[in-house]
């Protein structure tokens, strides 16, 4: 993207902002982690989930984000702008399903299967940061697609996963599995496990055969790629690639020895 003086200066200002460029819409905002979000992005489409349209642009040596602005492509609704029951604080998927019933009957199940696609991405990208702003139903010539944005909180240990498989607060992974995997993981990465194990247990194959895709697709060697496609796109590096590629590689094992313990793939792809 070729930015004029004033564009440079416009951006330089706007941090979380929007902003117009040559008459089109712009958020604008910092890219902490170098450019990670674009990462994401193409992990995310290479699994068929819609994404927001991100530049990376360089000004005097720092990154920011231009990202697309959905207002440039039709109405939409945020997630935190459903009406929501509210018995998880509005992340439940449960809840989100009957909202999108209400709002969406015709095409309520397609809905919700790319959601529950972004809630499966967000488990193996180690993403704590998909709360209810950060995705949205577009219209599009009368027809609703889902998506997300804001995904530059990935290949981190810090949170867990914020949209919740769960039917209710009282509900406990123990009624459905007594699984217990170990390892060199971090907190948040074990409780995204306690999630995926229970989404699994009390889902249908369906979702069980989501979940095996989305595994068979993100392997750590096509993720590692993507990694180096961005650096070459944008020439940049990313200084903690290693880091991220290990935290995404002990979570990938974890996920495996999950998907072997409930007989969904073979037991030789533990490495």
Known sequence: MKLSKKDEEI??????????????????????????????NKLARLISINCSKDYLVNINGELYYLSYSFYNLGNFKRGDEFNVKNSLKSNSLYDLWLSFEDEYPDECEKLMYD???????DIFLLNGDRHLGNFIVLNENEKHKLFIYDNDNV????????LNAKMNSDDRLEKYSSI?????????????????????????KEFSNLVVDIYNKLTP????AV??????????????????????????RMITELLVERGLIDGQRIH
């Not at 959601?115 to 991405?121: A, D, P, R, S």
Request: net charge negative.
């Open 11 to 40: 951006i330089l200002s706007s941090d979380h902002q929007f902003i117009e460029i040559d008459g089109i819409e712009y958020f604008c905002k910092y890219a902490e982690g170098g450019g990670i979000e674009l990462v994401a």
């Open 115 to 121: 959601l529950i696609k972004v809630f499966i991405f």
């Open 155 to 162: 290949f981190e240990d810090a949170f867990r996963v914020l």
């Open 180 to 204: 217990s995997l170990g390892g060199n993981t971090t907190l948040s990465m074990e409780k995204n496990i306690e999630i995926l194990e229970y989404f699994l247990a009390t889902s249908s």
């Open 221 to 224: 060697e096509v993720v590692e």
């Open 227 to 252: 990694f180096s496609e961005v650096e070459k796109e944008e020439n940049i590096t990313f200084d903690e690639k290693e880091y991220n590629m290990k935290l995404y590689r002990e979570n990938y």
